[in-house]
């Protein structure tokens, strides 16, 4: 299977980035054709999202997008790998950039929290090739091989990957005034989280971007990359800055609810460009692992 992927890589690497996203597009698309059990996946949850005034007919239209989108993205990251940082610049629009000035003004480094939205591996890069250094942090993928295509991509790009549970190592970089990256939008029973309303729903969502906001003082900035033609957006919020008035309980819930607000209303604006096949609300209040025998770490990507 690795060496199907490798020959993909080769061969679209060299292709001009519409020419990928044509192809990705159109490939997209056959994944919707022929994965039924994800396509059924992706309807359920825009009706749990959006509920019945969904139509039919719009849902499937979404459904269909979304596995485009996700087609798109897989093709652009072998053209991505191989474009400069002025080639990037001139297909990645800014929005927000005075949020990070904001966020970094006061010292203590910036949590920069996001979505599998857009193309999201644009995200590292964009905030490379505006300067600014830090590191993202990422879950291990199960098969190695993939998992090395992507982070050395990065890795050519100047981004460090951290791997999940790198509490020093995030806190140090915090320390000294840089970014962390994550994307804590999946439902992972593994690491420690709490229950929010997400889409008015209870989900449970990873404690780790408030528990380090809360820790050394840093502001939680969301931030995302949305396709817009063949172009992208990079937009930065508002920071989110910890309240350290309050319970450390009371605390978390706050920032980790204030996020996931943002992070949904991105979602609600462009519901065909996050990944919707995950299984978002498959934990259910009163079931959520007992703490003691959860990993322990500070996010998830």
């Known amino acids: 299977m690795f060496a199907g992927f490798f020959a993909m890589r080769t061969a679209v690497r060299w292709l001009p980035l519409a020419t990928a996203q044509f192809f990705g597009a ?156 994550m994307m804590p939008d999946q439902d992972i029973d593994s690491l420690d989280g709490i229950f929010v309303d997400f889409f008015n729903l209870p989900a449970y969502t990873p404690v780790g971007p408030a528990t380090l906001a809360l820790l050394t003082g840093a502001s939680i900035v969301p931030c995302f990359i949305t396709r817009v033609g063949r172009r992208f957006r990079f937009t930065l919020e508002a920071p989110i800055a910890s309240d350290r008035t309050t319970d450390r309980a009371t605390a978390l819930h706050a920032l980790t609810q204030q996020w996931s607000r943002v992070v949904e209303s991105h979602i609600r604006c462009y519901p065909d460009q996050w990944a919707w096949m995950h299984r978002r609300w498959k934990t259910l209040p009163g079931t959520a692992p007992d703490p003691t025998q959860r990993q322990s770490a500070v996010a998830t990507g």
């Open 26 to 181: 159109c490939l997209g698309a056959c994944a919707y054709a022929c994965l039924p059990g994800y396509r059924r996946t992706v309807w359920k949850h825009l009706r749990l999202a959006f509920g019945p005034r969904l139509s039919t007919t719009t849902c499937h239209r979404i459904a269909l997008r979304v596995f485009m989108n996700l087609g798109k993205t897989a093709m652009e990251w072998f053209v991505l790998d191989r474009l400069t940082f002025a080639q990037l610049r001139r297909i990645v629009e800014v929005h927000g950039l005075q949020h990070i000035q904001q966020a970094l003004a006061k010292g203590r480094g910036m949590i920069a929290v996001s979505a599998h939205f857009g193309n999201w591996e644009v995200l590292p890069m964009a905030f490379a090739f505006l300067g600014f250094q830090g590191g993202i942090l990422a879950r291990r993928l199960r098969y190695p091989e993939y998992q090395h295509f992507l982070w050395s991509m990065r890795r050519r790009k100047g981004i460090t990957t951290y791997d999940r549970g790198s509490f020093k190592d995030v806190t140090r970089l915090l320390r000294q005034n840089q970014i962390v990256g």
